[in-house]
């Protein structure tokens, strides 16, 4: 039937302006994500990922968008008529038969080309032409602003920072390792994991000087004297506490008693 | 007049025809002209609202002259009975011998005026009413089918209500229009007064489609294509005065819903498109709808005619 036919090529036209549409769009798309994912060392992959969702999402969301009404819209001599055909196809009737061959008659008139925006195509040409230039100036130089792997590898906020940025690292080299497991000095040795104090394997050559640090116990003196005058006797003797001296006590007190721990456990064991 | 696709478009140069051909007896009143013929093409009945001498008579007898239709006038007084309009037997002398021969009544014709309907007794209204929906009369073990086309014109005065027998709402839906006749303008006023009091001699009117022609155009009339969200429009419309009892008491009916898509139907055909589109509805929303609803105590108070309300819906 001729009318179902038109409707068929209507339909496919309507497709190609909606396929045009999202295809620039999407390349649009394509080239700013990736011009500015290329500045931080991303995969194009990924750019090229968002554009075909866009293009799928933008295609099917323009499709819906245009129902006949638009086309009514933009072609005054088929108001009305082309829905009224739309909705009596299949319809045998006399006076369907005479619109139909109305609205074929019309038909050859109208130009789809009025669905097209072309000023909006003009300016997505224009984008396409200047973002791919520069897409293509900072690929060939090479140009970054961030390398995310170098962001991910900075971070460092004690162990748990890390523990995240061994992550990070982990992730950026494309390879995911095990959280390093934390050692506790179990030997005797007092001064800690050998492996962390290297220092080196050179000889050290220390020289003590015994003349400055010998002691003769035979050695005598006399005796000092002083003469105490009742002046010099302190009537009341006592004791202040020192608050820095208290603080600094309290934390040696604690140092201490931490060290005696450490040494009971070690003679228990 | 055969008809063919390629040629449905001269129909709109002969309604044009038609509608010249009735300017040269009754002056203006071209949309009560339209409604007319919008109710004919729809094989409907149409109730005409007018004050007195404003050419009711004229325009239907002119109409069934132009085409070929015959035409009854049935003047309703209180004392008409309902063997008046539909018929009786009468007793016949046949070769000597008495029989009995149905006499028909006014209703036998194509066209007929029913002048001052609400005068009418309720029983005669319904016999009437009756006739106008079957499309037949029964009287006795007899049943005789009307003519085709039949289209029934019926009169109601809004002045000297007195001694009237109102219709009933069930029975004004039966009408698929109400058509409200005003005065004319003044130049139409000159015109119609220069034409009846002078000298010249009247136009001839001669007819211009057959009765055939007329049950064709009927049979188009329903063929004529309508959009799905057109017919939306008229369903939530009339389904809109069912849903505001704050202005209408009562809603119209689905018959109502069928009524405008057909007006709409004629409407388009009459103005030469081969499909209904939105103006026709809204054009023959009025005279299809202001009929069927009951205003509420509220909008009658606020001195609102159904018009209003119709208009305000759409």
Known sequence: MEIQKLFDQLEFELFKIAFLTAFLDSVLLFLIVS??????????????????????????????RTPLKKVEEKNPSLTEI???????????????????????????????????????????????????????FVAAHNTYVVDYEDVAKSIDTGSIGKFFSNSINAIGSGKIEEIPEIIFNQTEDIYGDPE?????????????????????????????????????????????????????????????????????????? | MAIDVKNISKLKETFANVRKAISHVIVGQEEVVEQILVALLCDGNALLESLPGLGKTLTIKTLSKVLDLKFARIQCTPDLMPSDITGTYV?????????????????????????????????????????????????????????????????????DQEGTYPLPEAQTDRFL??????????????????????????????PLLKAQSLVLLQTLTKQVPIADDLKNKVVTLVNKTRTNPEFIEFGASPRASIGLIMAAKAHALLSGRKFVSAKDIEDMA????????????????EGMTPDDVIKALL
Not at chain 1, 123 to 136: D, E, H, R, S
Not at chain 1, 241 to 247: K, L, N
Not at chain 2, 109 to 124: C, Q, S
Not at chain 2, 289 to 296: E, G, N
């Open chain 1, 35 to 64: 011009t500015i994912f290329s500045m931080a060392n991303f995969s194009p992959f990924i750019s090229l990922a968002i554009a075909l969702i866009f293009f799928t999402i933008k295609l099917i969301h323009t499709l819906k």
């Open chain 2, 91 to 159: 007793i016949d002398d046949v070769k000597g011998k008495k029989v009995f021969n149905f006499q028909k009544g006014p209703i036998f014709a194509n066209m007929i005026l029913v002048d001052e309907i609400n005068r009418a007794t309720p029983k005669t209204q319904s016999a009437l009413l009756e006739a106008m929906q079957e499309k037949q009369v029964t009287t006795g073990n007899e049943t005789f089918q009307l003519d085709k086309p039949f289209f029934v014109l019926a009169t109601q005065n809004p002045i």
């Open chain 2, 286 to 301: 009025l005279p299809v709808l202001r009929h069927r609803i009951v205003l509420s105590f509220k909008a009658q108070k």
């Open chain 1, 82 to 136: 082309l829905r009224t055909a739309k909705d009596n196809l299949g319809n045998d009737a006399f006076m369907v038969k005479a619109m139909n061959e109305d609205l074929l008659e019309r038909m050859n008139h109208v130009y789809m080309g009025s669905m097209v925006k072309y000023k909006r195509l003009f300016i997505q040409t224009l984008l396409i032409f200047l973002i791919g230039f520069a897409a293509v």
């Open chain 1, 196 to 269: 962390v104090a290297q220092l080196g394997d050179q000889a050290l050559n220390i020289m003590i000087q015994e003349n400055l640090n010998s002691i003769d116990l035979n050695e005598e003196v006399p005796l000092e004297t002083n003469e105490f005058t009742t002046q010099e006797y302190a009537y009341d003797v006592g004791g202040s506490m020192d608050v820095q001296g208290t603080d600094r006590l309290t934390q040696e007190y604690k140092y201490i008693n931490k060290v005696e721990e450490e040494l009971r456990r070690r003679g228990q064991k």
């Open chain 2, 177 to 206: 229009l109400k058509i409200i006749v005003n005065y004319p303008p003044i130049h139409d006023e000159l015109e119609i007064v220069n034409r009846y009091t002078g000298a010249k001699q009247q136009t001839a009117i001669h």
